[in-house]
């Protein structure tokens, strides 16, 4: 066991040095993502005009949730992870762990989790420069039992997260272009997590259908969590279970895809 953590920490090491070679680029990049937020800000003060609550929340809530939205994509999204492995199908780089005892899915879920750090951090820097800015206009949650459940939330997030990205990049095993695949992903995920509106304000059938799904365990329940979007305490629980249970089945379906891409593999270069 702690072999493989050795072995595993020093891809994450490796990743570390590889991303802070970058710094700058994610620096301006979280930056630039604020700047999205005077769009935002300028969109919902016109939802809520004169209105003091829409579906139940004030304004402030809602921003909340858009500011606390950005910040988890930087701690936790997949950005380019089902690309990366791709290429490394396609140009046969994968053979080298064929032949050592690496597991590849630990070693790239430990190159997304340094990515995730340095980016994680670097978007800290224009929150905290902005806050000055932005208090005023943020509503707070700072229930206890809140936090405890945001933890193993965001942490299941991170793994819904980098499991469907590594699913999107088995399929290069059978497809040499994954680019449509994951457009459509990405468009389901920013309808269906949450990234374009509160899923709390669709009608409650739609609602409900939604946290059936994984995209809804992306990014809107621990950003909703986080935020104070979702109020009832008897609800944490069994949608931490729906979660678990997308992990599992995410995570089964990752491992299916690449011991069957691998019969179809030819190991040539690399």
């Known amino acids: 066991m702690f072999a493989s953590l050795t072995k595993y920490g020093q891809a994450f090491l490796i990743g570390l040095q590889s991303n802070l070679v970058y710094r700058v680029n994610f620096g301006i990049r979280g930056f630039f993502s604020f700047f ?11 939802v809520y005009g004169s209105q003091g609550q829409v579906a139940g929340f004030s304004f402030a809530q809602t921003f909340t949730y858009f500011v606390a939205l950005i910040v988890v994509q930087f701690m936790i999204g997949a950005f380019n992870e089902d690309y990366q492995i791709s290429e490394e199908i396609r140009n046969g780089l994968i053979n080298q762990f064929l032949l050592k005892p690496v597991n590849y899915f630990a070693y790239r879920f430990s190159i997304y989790l ?51 990205a590594y699913i999107f990049g088995m399929l290069s095993f059978w497809f040499l272009e994954i680019q449509g695949f994951v457009i459509l992903s990405m468009a389901l995920e920013s309808l269906l997590g949450g990234q374009i509106f509160p899923l709390d304000l669709l009608p409650r059938t739609f609602f409900d259908i939604s946290a059936g799904l994984p995209y809804f365990y992306q990014m809107y329940f621990p950003v909703a969590l986080l935020t104070g979007r979702i109020s009832d305490p008897a609800l944490i629980v069994p949608m931490l279970q729906i979660q678990l249970f997308w992990v599992v089945i995410i995570l089964l379906t990752g491992r299916f895809l690449w011991h069957r891409g691998l019969r179809l593999h030819t190991a040539v270069g690399g």
């Open 36 to 46: 999205h937020l005077i769009v935002v800000f300028i969109l919902w003060s016109a």
């Open 114 to 164: 340094s990515a995730r750090l340095v980016t994680g951090l670097l978007i800290l820097v224009p929150l905290v420069v902005l806050y000055p800015l932005l208090h005023q206009h943020l509503a707070l949650s700072f229930d206890a039992w809140r936090y405890a459940a945001v933890v193993p939330a965001l942490m299941m997030s991170a793994l819904i997260q980098f499991g469907i």
